[in-house]
């Protein structure tokens, strides 16, 4: 088994991951903590959320026009930071599938070099050789005019 065909990369990446998410409770943790986290990055969010959801279940049932009364303080901080830690969560995730992506790629524009130099050297080997057949040739058929001139000569 080859060395390198274990793939520690995506274990790293799996790795990531699964540490987003502690981290991401810890971001929720400390917004519902924090006024100004909670007013300015959860409550927002929370809010437009809230306001589609809404809307769309009012469409879907055909009240058009409904009015949609914002969620209180407590409900939309609380879904602001779940909202926050899954974002958290899929922009690592959208990190480390971009990550091997770009891993992936360049290895594979590696080999591809790697193909591409190693067709060169082997065109050039050709060429070589076929000076040295055309030089070869050439020798042979002034051997063989000299062994002509030699042997009419006797």
Not at 10 to 20: A, M, N, P, T
């Amino acid at each position: 088994m080859v060395a390198g065909a274990f793939p520690i990369a995506k274990l790293l990446y799996l790795g990531v991951r699964q540490l987003s998410k502690p981290l991401a409770n810890r971001i929720k943790a400390g917004a519902r903590r924090s006024e100004f986290f909670k007013h300015y990055v959860c409550l927002p969010p929370a809010q437009v959320y809230h306001w589609v959801e809404m809307s769309t279940k009012m469409r879907i049932m055909g009240f058009r026009g409904a009015h949609i009364k914002p969620l209180n303080e407590e409900v939309a901080a609380e879904l602001g930071a779940e909202l926050l830690g899954e974002a958290i969560i899929f922009f690592v995730g959208g990190a480390c599938i971009i990550a091997e992506y770009s891993r992936q790629a360049s290895n594979s524009r590696r080999k591809e070099e790697e193909l591409n130099s190693t067709l060169q050297s082997l065109q050039q080997q050709v060429a070589e050789l076929s000076l040295v057949t055309e030089t070869l040739d050439a020798q042979l058929r002034e051997v063989n005019r000299l062994v002509l001139t030699n042997s009419g000569k006797k």
